[in-house]
């Protein structure tokens, strides 16, 4: 039981492969424009790959290869897509919203009633089963779209940012909700929000420029990003470039840093990336002396609150960040576009393959 895509669209610059398990979720997290809506909608079936496969138990999705034109239509092939807005019918209240999957794939009136209020029971939205879409809040409108998207009995689950367009008290709800529902179903939910990755998926999917960066357990991307985006996800500085005897090497920095939590040397000469929390940066005026510490020359580009410290940002598109106190900012007169030092010890870099 499990599902499989592989899926290239070429005017996106899109090729994705991807399976998941039987009752497995997936968190799909990238930057604006790579590829995560365009891989629901290649599943869903709104859009038409150029080439590829997906099989979902055993039912062929579509099967673009060796000039073989299969394809199944949207309401054919058990999945379900659960979009940011709720889209439910505005004529119909929320039970029929929900009947009317079931009252589609041929159930009778009154089945489809009493699944219809299973699921609203489901969603805690029993009560709100004889209002419209008009009466309903966006937290409510999209919980029934939940009833209704689960309904269907979908084989896999599509969410595309179900909780972006409600506001800060809606959101958790729905959260909680999406935990107790996912937890036996097949899903991919596409967010912004690493909370969404850590509290309702088993796997982190990163993509960038329609291509998988990385992925894995949610917990090890974010402890040992491998990507960009992923260390930008977990808070950390991220320097990639090639493993030396003694660190990395980015083109004209050079990190020292840890690896003794690898098994072995690190393979000297491979890709590679350093890391290290915006915390264990200092920031100094002149070039530090001291072994062993990492001192980079940099160009401040930014200061911004953060939390009760300034996060100083520098470097090309202000990529490195460090996190002083609003006393030392002020003491060392920071503005951007001033040149200072950022000084990291060693001990704080984790160096890994990349
Ligand atoms: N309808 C479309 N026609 C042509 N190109 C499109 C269309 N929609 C998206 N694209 C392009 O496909 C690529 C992937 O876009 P997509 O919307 O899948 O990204 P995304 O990761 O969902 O982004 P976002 O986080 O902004 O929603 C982008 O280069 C985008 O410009």
Redesign the pocket.
């Known amino acids: 039981m499990t599902f499989t895509v592989q899926a290239a ?1 070429a ?4 090729d994705v492969s991807l399976s998941l398990g039987a009752a497995e979720t997936i968190a799909v997290m ?10 629901l ?1 290649v599943i869903a079936g709104l859009l038409h790959p150029d080439s590829g496969m997906a099989q979902l138990d055993g039912r062929t999705l579509f099967d673009l290869e060796d000039g073989r034109g299969e394809w199944t239509a949207p309401h054919h092939r058990g999945t379900a897509l659960l979009a940011q807005e709720p889209l439910l019918f505005p004529h119909l209240n929320a039970l029929e919203n929900v009947a009317f999957g079931p009252r589609s794939a041929g159930a009778s009136k009154q089945d489809a009633r009493k699944s219809a209020k299973h699921w609203l029971a489901e969603v805690e939205a029993e009560e709100l089963q004889s209002r419209r879409p008009s009466e309903l809040s966006g937290g409510q409108a999209q919980r029934v779209a939940v009833a209704r998207a689960l309904a269907a009995d979908p084989g896999l689950l599509l969410l595309d940012e179900p909780m972006a367009a409600l506001d800060i008290h809606a959101a958790p709800l729905l959260r909680r909700l999406l935990k107790r529902v996912l937890a036996r179903r097949r899903a991919i939910i ?1 967010t ?1 929000d690493v909370l969404d990755a850590l509290m309702l998926a088993d796997r982190v999917v990163i ?1 960038e420029d ?1 291509r998988i960066s990385e992925q894995g357990p949610t917990r090890d991307v974010l402890q040992r990003p491998r990507s960009r985006f992923a260390a930008g996800l977990a808070g950390l500085n991220f320097v990639a470039g090639s493993i030396t005897a003694h660190g990395l090497q980015a083109g004209d920095l050079i990190v020292y840093g840890q690896h003794d939590d690898l098994p072995g040397p690190l393979p000297v000469g491979q890709p590679g990336v350093a890391v290290f929390p915006p915390s264990a940066v200092s920031v100094f005026l002149s070039q530090a002396h001291g072994s062993p510490r990492n001192s980079f020359a940099v160009t401040i580009t930014d200061l911004e609150p953060h939390g009760d410290r300034i996060r100083v940002r520098a470097g090309e598109g202000g990529q490195l960040g460090a996190d002083i106190t609003p006393e030392a900012s002020a003491d060392l007169g920071l503005s951007p576009g001033m040149r200072v030092y950022f000084v990291i010890k060693a001990g704080a870099v984790s160096i890994y393959p990349g």
């Open positions: 669209v005017d996106r610059g899109f990238g930057p604006n424009g790579a590829g995560k809506s365009t891989l909608a596409i912004h993509l329609g």
